[in-house]
């Protein structure tokens, strides 16, 4: 048998036959992968609470011919026990869950993991507001699929100014000089913590020093244009 075990985070579930599961994951180090979950739907089994939304499990599975794996093993190592005590943050995870298993191959790499249990964290902190939090995600998600803005010179490979004001070209993902644009230095400043490697500096900026949701519809922008087929 060629078991493996790996860390896991639960993408989604659906029911198959009379008490097993279909379960999508991804994984620390497996990319994602699909399993069949046996039994996992009566009363007492042992693989249920491994399998939970909204946590991290260790888990073992052997790898079979097809496309579906068997699970073999799960056990729940961290549970994200505030994000399901409160609707919005319940919607934002699915939807978090929802964009990782539309957007990743079968053989992703673990930097997709990271920014799956990086968003999760965030958002059972109850630190952030969801909007800060959706455009965390977002950001690093359009920065993985190789489509990072250019946040330090425009459209003409000038240095951008702190004292000008810019609108952002879409197509070609770079700020264009405007006098009444809509992008100043703030945000541009706090766009380049975003697709930052160190997202935690976000903590360091105040909601109201920030055009939250004028950040949220840029960057959905970006990501509608680029990645959303």
Sequence with gaps: MNKVISESIVLSRINYGDNDRIVTVITRDQGKIRLIAKGSRKLKSKLAAGIELFSVSEISFIKGKGDIDTLVSSRGIEYFINIQKDLDKIKLAYEVLKAIDKYTEDNSGSEYYRLLKNTLKLANELRLNDLSISNYFFSQLIKL????????????????????????DLDNMTFVKAVSGRFDSKTIKYLRILFSDSPDKIFNI????IELSLINNLIQSMFKRHLSV
């Design 145 to 168: 699929s190789g489509f990072t803005p250019k946040l330090f010179t425009d459209d003409k490979d000038e240095k951008l100014n702190i004292e000008s004001k810019y609108n952002f």
């Design 206 to 209: 105040k909601d109201e020093d």
